[in-house]
């Protein structure tokens, strides 16, 4: 709502005190400080994805387009062109990995929780005997 508004500096302190890894946080991170101008720090938030990303990871971390389009659009309007070298190399790197997502904030807020059911089916509590039984067991055995 701050960002519709033009009030990204409310927009960041909001945000300032919720977990990094959620998608809706990382993205209005990125446009709140691009729209700043604090280029360096929405290149790190985009950056942090790259370090956390792992081939086998089921729920990637991501970006969205819109996110990216506006951090490139803010970056371009500065005329920096160091810092748009910098963005350039990590928009290639998302790209490469995958990590740019079509949809939309709006969307990803406006869309229907769904909720997993857990598998009442396994295991819970401690195991009949204790780890360290297990392997003298193992070794024994």
């Known amino acids: 709502m701050a960002l519709r508004q033009g009030a990204p500096h409310i927009a960041l302190e909001s945000m300032s005190q919720q977990k990094p890894h959620y998608i809706t946080i990382r993205n209005i991170k990125a446009v709140s400080l691009s729209e700043l101008q604090r280029f360096d720090e929405a290149m790190t938030v985009l950056r942090s994805v790259l370090d956390v990303d792992q081939p086998e990871q089921k ?3 991501t ?4 996110t990216i389009t506006k951090v490139r659009t803010a970056i371009e309007d500065s005329n920096n062109k160091d810092s748009l070298k910098r963005f350039e190399d990590i928009e290639t ?17 406006t869309s229907e929780i769904t909720l ?18 297990r392997h003298k067991k193992d070794l024994l055995g």
């Open 59 to 61: 729920d990637k971390h």
């Open 63 to 66: 970006f969205f387009k819109e």
């Open 93 to 109: 790197a998302l790209k490469d990995r995958n990590l740019i997502d079509d949809q939309t904030i709006d969307q990803l807020i």
């Open 116 to 133: 997993k059911k857990k598998n009442k089916n396994l295991p819970r509590g401690m195991p009949k005997m204790a780890y360290n039984m």
